[in-house]
């Protein structure tokens, strides 16, 4: 990844092209201008065959000059900076600070690369290629340009494995909103590496994640769970309610039992008890009836500290 940035203090995200890929863009585009260039070389020598020797000479050095030097120059700055090789190769010619190039970073581009590609057969650029750390010609380094990577091969995304089957459901009255982006992307990122981790490495990743899950939703760690099976089916449950919300099929819940700013999603399933017929009300006891006795208030469940899931001895 190269390390450019931009005036405006940005960092550009930008993959600099090495040597083997710009060498066979390089081929291609001379592939094709040579090519032309020997039609029309041909169809010249017949057109001008009743010429002096001087005059054909002045043609054969001016179309030289405008299919080697002249059309590559005007290809990359009417394409900025995709020639039909970079094209090919998935490559492109920007700025310094990654913007498109050009007429002036074209000409020296050309001009310079008439000595480097042409005349020493593409010597001179490979050594100054290899010797650079962006893998730039000389062409480049004076024209203030750059060979980047335009089309760079995404990461295939991995599935996060499903939960145990006797977990499914479990998690549905979980509250998951006070749970932040980078740790749903740290969870997700253990989920599908971690069969590739050290079992004991792993073990400890997976409880301190738990760790953090707990402490964000506020509920207390689920006993006899394993921390990464306990990881895995609230990522479940997450994407389950992602799903819901996506294709309005949220579960029906009250109105009112609805907080302001909660989907529905999130919120679990209100019971109604049937209606019950009205009866009228009965004579009063012909004796007093004692006061029941006050019913004690229930203690509160203390929610435990975070660190419910211990790591590996």
Not at 189 to 208: E, H, I, K, S
Not at 291 to 310: R, T
Request: hydrophobic fraction near 55%; charge should be positive; aromatic fraction near 4%.
């Amino acid at each position: 990844m190269s390390d450019l940035v931009t005036g405006d203090a940005v960092v550009l995200g930008l993959r600099p092209a090495r040597l083997p890929s710009r060498a066979l863009a390089i081929v291609l585009d001379l592939a094709v201008y040579v090519t032309v260039y020997v039609l029309l070389t041909v169809g010249l020598a017949l057109a001008t065959a009743s010429l002096d020797p001087a005059a054909q000479a002045a043609v054969a050095v001016a179309s030289f000059l405008l299919l080697l030097v002249g059309i590559p120059i005007a290809v990359e700055t009417l394409s900025h900076g995709r020639s039909l090789g970079k094209l090919a190769c998935g490559l492109r010619v920007v700025r310094d600070d990654g913007g498109p190039i050009r007429f002036r970073h074209a000409l020296v581009r050309g001009a310079l690369g008439v000595v480097e590609l042409l005349l020493t057969f593409g010597t001179v650029a490979a050594i100054a290629s290899l010797v650079s750390a962006r893998g730039r010609r000389l062409g480049d380094v004076f024209a203030g340009t750059l060979v980047v990577r335009e089309r760079v091969p995404g990461a295939r995304v991995m599935p996060v494995p499903p939960p145990p089957p006797w977990l499914a459901g479990r998690f549905t009255q979980l509250d998951l909103s006070a749970v932040p982006d980078g740790l749903w992307l740290a969870i997700r990122q253990y989920l599908t590496r971690m069969n590739q981790l050290d079992p004991q490495v792993g073990a400890a990743m997976a409880a301190r994640l738990a760790d953090d899950l707990v402490a964000r939703t506020g509920a207390p760690p689920p006993a006899g769970v394993p921390a990464a099976a306990f990881l895995m089916a609230v990522v479940h449950e997450r994407q389950s309610r992602d799903a819901a919300r996506a294709f309005h099929t949220a579960a029906p819940a009250s109105a009112a039992a609805v907080a302001p700013g909660t989907h529905p999603a999130s919120v679990a399933p209100v019971a109604y008890a049937p209606p019950v017929a009205y009866a009228a009300p009965a004579p009063a006891p012909s004796a007093p009836v004692a006061p029941a006795a006050p019913v004690a208030p229930a203690a509160p469940v203390e929610v435990p500290h975070a660190g419910g899931f211990a790591p590996p001895a």
